[in-house]
């Protein structure tokens, strides 16, 4: 167990659906970042909160959008989806920025249909 | 911006011979040069990680790193491989902003009997 929880773990949709993917960070780490994994695109940065605030943006659709909370958990929301989204969609975790590293969770594996 | 290159996309190696992952980064300064390691459906686990001093660097499970600044390198190495150690393996960057991790598109690791 990395202490980042990520739920769910497995979540099947149809097209032009919205979902919500929930992150607890580690304990004490104030950074979640979210990333998505594909076959053919690897691991993408999508955005990264910092204590509540938006600190980067990376290559994160129009459609998606997400929000940290003030007891730091986060949620990607995804809406509008396509087949393309299916991706493992991961969070992780950091004390400060990313230099000192990142906690993973487990992933949710998102599958449109 | 920062980039990461893993040129093996697959690698197989005997149990018990020696392994050399590679990675070629991109960055304009001293970067922050990290090794990760997924088994499949699980997330990603930090090996190790280089900052700054010894360009030789240990991580976890018997791993290391040596970073080259001449060849741009941090190549992954580890004397003696086990059949546990069959899994995919990313090499990843940051830039001194500290915002966010570029990875490399992952090295798969089988490991022959």
């Known amino acids: 167990d990395s202490g980042v929880t990520q739920t769910p773990k497995h979540l099947i949709t149809a097209t032009g659906q919205r979902v919500t993917l929930r992150c607890s960070p580690r304990?004490?780490?104030?950074?979640v970042y979210w990333y998505q994994q594909s076959l053919d695109q690897g691991l993408q940065f999508l955005i990264q909160?910092?204590?509540?605030?938006?600190?980067a943006k990376g290559n994160i659709l129009e459609r998606f959008s997400a929000q940290q909370f003030p007891d730091l958990h986060s949620e990607l929301n995804l809406s509008s989806l396509e087949l393309g989204d299916s991706a493992l969609y991961f969070c992780?975790?950091?004390?400060?920025?990313?230099?000192?590293?990142?906690?993973f969770g487990s992933g949710t594996r998102l599958t449109v249909v | 911006a920062q980039s990461v290159t893993q040129p093996d996309i697959h690698i197989t190696v005997s149990e018990g011979a020696s392994l050399e992952l590679r990675c070629n980064y991109s960055?304009?300064?001293?970067?922050?040069l990290f090794w990760y390691v997924q088994s499949p459906g699980q997330g990603l686990q930090l090996l190790l990680k280089y900052f700054s001093g010894d360009t030789l660097v240990q991580g976890i499970k018997g791993f290391e790193a040596e970073f080259k600044r001449s060849q741009s390198s941090f190549n992954l190495r580890k004397p003696s491989v086990h059949w546990s150690d069959a899994a995919e393996y990313f090499c990843?960057?940051?830039?001194?902003?500290?915002?966010?991790?570029?990875f490399g598109t992952g090295t798969r690791l089988a490991v022959r009997p």
């Open positions: 960055y304009g300064a001293t970067p922050y």
């Open positions: 992780a975790s950091s004390v400060g920025g990313a230099n000192y590293g990142y906690t």
């Open positions: 909160y910092y204590n509540g605030e938006e600190r």
């Open positions: 990843a960057v940051g830039a001194s902003s500290g915002d966010k991790l570029t």
């Open positions: 304990s004490g780490d104030l950074s």
